[in-house]
């Protein structure tokens, strides 16, 4: 009996590598030298993010056991690598999403990929899967800003009760958002990387001084004090936990490199790939965006 796959013409004939897709060469080459880093995926419905994710999957080293999680089955990544190590699950009425990851983080997985993350179950298992489950993560989502999506899963992990409070679920948030790439469709039905953005969480530098306790005279303590009930509200009222910078921009019909990738994603992107790849992807940042500082 046929697959039913094979019988939908959208998924007969969608690209199954990044050498499938239609992009300029010096933008596949971006991607090409090891993947490392969570990705995620995002766009409006029918923009190509399933299929760029499939893409990306050739260039994961395949030393990597793959672990997969989807709420229905759609990536077929066994039939599309039959070689590679990969286990693809999906929740049942009787198995929930959560017990899947948990059978996952026991079966010596590297990347794990989660399908779409569109309701606050799946938002939490992304998370928890991107902080100690694998090396990285890859999945997609339907925002249409980069703020909208840190919002939306904030907001999943809040009603998941997860956690709490709004800041801290914020926090865990943008500690695994590496890069968003952003895919769009146009009225014609043309598809393309809209952009490629970073995500830089804001370490907080604001510091408590106790130095009050060596103070002599009253008023200079109460100097002291209200410095440090000054720093206290402004941790808790701090809002700016991220900054967002976009590294490729699809601007009048071509594509366009940025800001530079913060030195700690190119390290840890580095110290992941092998010798030729490590040398190769040094040479790119060096002819688009410089000499890079040592973390």
Sequence with gaps: ??????????????????????????????????????????GIQGCGKTTMLMGMIENIYETMNLRITEMAFELHLRKVYPTR????????????????????KKTDGSVNIIGEVATDPVASWMIQSAQVASKFTLFTHHAKTFPDLVTALRNSMLRAGVFKNEKTAEEQVVQVLNFDIHLQKDFRGRR???RVTECIPVKDSKTYDFEYKKEHDMDSKVTKFFENATTYFSKVTEQNLYTYQNVLEYVDGEYQLTNKITDQNIHDMRANMDETDAVEFDKFIEKYWGKTKKV
């Design 1 to 42: 009996m046929a697959n039913i796959n094979d019988l939908i013409w959208v998924e007969k004939y969608r690209p199954r590598t990044l050498q499938d897709i239609m992009l300029p060469q010096r933008i596949k080459d971006k991607f090409k030298d090891g993947c490392y880093g969570n990705f995620l995926f995002v």
């Design 85 to 104: 190590n990969i286990l693809s699950m999906r929740e049942t009425d009787t198995i929930s999403g959560q017990e899947c990851l948990d059978v996952q």
């Design 192 to 194: 393309y990387i809209e």
